[in-house]
């Protein structure tokens, strides 16, 4: 039986967050006779994905996380691992920041390499100027490139790059069978929590900058005052933790928000919501809206999230951020909670399905082996 061809990954560390996520949707559903993959992280520590990977027939590697002081320990590392592992004919890069060394290493060895952009960059003008410095090679070192949205793209590559032949927009798919929606589900996991009867808001995502909690929570006092029942669900965890959590008892709204961490039950936690809302920053793809509109959920985003992010299921408010948090609440509180039922189908025609997903990319590793043999 012919080996299947092996692609390198290089991720930060797979964790559940949002691309690491997408990647093992990809990984569970691809044709792992044809295609298998491997992972390079940029961590020792262990992922929350990594015994899965490794009962799926992968292989993880360790580098350690890039930074100016270690550029030529981090480079040796590399160079090492390409000389002593030749099985890997494509390297797919998601990490930005140091892809200008690593593919450039990758093609020196005769890897096809492939630069993925998974989000925007910062809006802050210093941090967008110092990973623009040290991606923006990139674009001139990859020999394909993707992104989860045109924005992100654009954003990461230039519209050059976008604008060519060796572009294209891979969706975040999800695999939309697990976001059926259910009532029975719902009312157990209301239960689950202590819930039932509450107007639940939910939120997830990392609790980091980006995600704009500190507009989020001043939205939700807002609706707090005039809806006596309404609680706030924020799932997931990151660097701003506390500081959310200090501006919770600032606001004197503890026992109604619900901090809930990182949790594998998001398909059953989005059932358990009444609408679900996301003021974003900035975003590369926001592909936990596509879930939650696969569940039935109304949706109120901010207007700096990809407008591929629509699945025209007629859930999705966006709203902008220069509006105050009582435009936001006032908004939410009109919102008509209808009765609810899955949205398989918009997802599956709007192509955030895994299945075509899978299709397109493993089609795509296929291609380029065969053109590596014949050259």
């Given amino acids: 039986?012919?080996?299947?061809?092996?692609?390198?990954?290089?991720?930060?560390?797979?964790?559940?967050?949002?691309?690491?996520?997408?990647?093992?949707?990809?990984?569970r559903t691809i044709n792992r006779s044809k295609i298998q993959f491997d992972f390079m992280v940029h961590s020792s520590e262990k992922g929350d994905y990594d015994d899965e990977i490794l009962a799926l027939g992968g292989k993880i590697y360790h580098v350690p996380y890039f930074n100016v002081a270690n550029y030529f320990d981090y480079t040796k590392k590399w160079k090492e691992f390409f000389k002593s592992h030749s099985e890997h004919k494509i390297v797919h890069g998601h990490i930005g920041s140091s892809a200008a060394?690593?593919?450039?290493?990758?093609?020196?060895?005769?890897?096809?390499?492939?630069?993925?952009?998974?989000?925007?960059?910062?809006?802050?003008?210093?941090?967008?100027?110092?990973?623009?410095?040290?991606?923006?090679?990139?674009?001139?070192?990859?020999?394909?490139?993707?992104?989860?949205s045109l924005l992100a793209g654009q954003d990461r590559f230039g519209e050059k790059v976008v604008k060519g032949n060796r572009f294209s927009v891979l969706k975040n798919a999800i695999q939309s069978d697990n976001f059926s929606y259910s009532d029975e589900v719902k009312e157990k996991k209301l239960q689950e929590l202590g819930l039932k009867d509450k107007f639940v808001i939910g939120h997830i995502g990392r609790l980091a900058l980006a995600k704009n909690h500190t507009f989020l929570l001043d939205v939700f006092k807002e609706v707090a005052y005039k809806k006596n029942n309404a609680v706030l669900v924020l799932v997931g965890i990151g660097p701003l933790e506390d500081k959310i959590k200090q501006k919770v008892k600032d606001l004197k709204i503890e026992v109604k928000v619900i901090f809930l961490g990182l949790r594998k039950d998001i398909p059953e936690l989005l059932q358990a919501?009444?609408?679900?809302?996301?003021?974003?920053?900035?975003?590369?793809?926001?592909?936990?809206?596509?879930?939650?509109?696969?569940?039935?959920?109304?949706?109120?985003?901010?207007?700096?999230?990809?407008?591929?992010?629509?699945?025209?299921?007629d859930l999705l408010q966006s709203l902008p951020l220069t509006k105050p948090a009582s435009y936001w609440a006032k908004k939410i509180l009109e919102t008509r909670i209808n009765n609810r039922y899955s949205r398989q189908s918009e997802v599956i025609e709007s192509g955030y399905d895994i299945k075509a997903t899978v299709n397109w990319l493993q089609d795509f590793y296929l291609e380029q082996e065969i053109d590596r043999i014949r050259n």
């Avoid at 679900?276 to 696969?294: I, N, R, T």
């Fill in 101 to 148: 060394i690593y593919l450039k290493i990758a093609k020196k060895f005769g890897k096809y390499t492939i630069a993925h952009s998974h989000a925007l960059n910062s809006t802050i003008f210093s941090e967008r100027i110092k990973y623009g410095i040290v991606s923006y090679p990139t674009r001139h070192i990859a020999d394909y490139f993707l992104a989860c």
């Fill in 273 to 313: 919501m009444d609408i679900f809302v996301f003021p974003s920053l900035y975003e590369g793809l926001g592909v936990v809206v596509v879930e939650a509109q696969a569940t039935g959920i109304n949706c109120i985003i901010s207007d700096t999230v990809p407008d591929e992010v629509d699945i025209h299921a």
């Fill in 1 to 27: 039986m012919e080996e299947p061809i092996r692609i390198l990954h290089v991720i930060g560390k797979m964790d559940r967050a949002g691309a690491e996520t997408m990647i093992m949707n990809l990984y």
